[in-house]
């Protein structure tokens, strides 16, 4: 069992910047690739990123690529979401996801078991 805990959402005005963090507890957090994922009222949970446990690698989805950055800490079991340039269409609850694994990428929230209570975003026009 992985506990995660979400923290560093708010309000910001368009053009800002958050960083989110998900801390875990509980198990070896350097076994588990980690993702973040957002959710905005009647849509669908969709990927914003996914890191390796080693976090060799990273997927990025296109909305977002040049302006979140996905990065861990194994030695502080904390993932964080660097976001800049935000926008109004990047608000949403905002997850973190983990899931058991070798060093691969899972970018569809149905492959992630352990998730966050999760963290509001919200982007002021």
């Known amino acids: 069992q992985v506990q995660l805990v979400e923290s560093g959402g708010g309000l910001v005005q368009t053009g800002g910047s958050l960083r989110l963090s998900c801390a875990a507890s509980?198990?070896?957090?350097?076994?588990?690739?980690m993702g973040w994922f957002r959710q905005a009222p009647g849509k669908e949970r969709d990927v914003v990123a996914a890191?390796?446990?080693?976090?060799?690698?990273?997927y990025y989805a296109n909305s977002v690529k040049g302006r979140f950055t996905i990065s861990r800490d194994n030695a502080k079991n904390t993932v964080y979401l660097q976001m800049n340039s935000l926008r109004p269409e990047d608000t949403a609850v905002y997850y973190c996801?983990?899931?058991?694994?070798?060093?691969?990428?899972?970018?569809?929230?149905?492959?992630?078991?352990?998730w966050g209570q999760g963290t509001q975003v919200t982007v002021s026009s």
């Open positions: 509980g198990r070896t957090f350097s076994n588990y690739a």
């Open positions: 890191i390796s446990r080693s976090g060799g690698n990273t």
């Open positions: 996801g983990a899931r058991p694994s070798t060093d691969y990428l899972y970018s569809s929230w149905r492959e992630y078991v352990y």
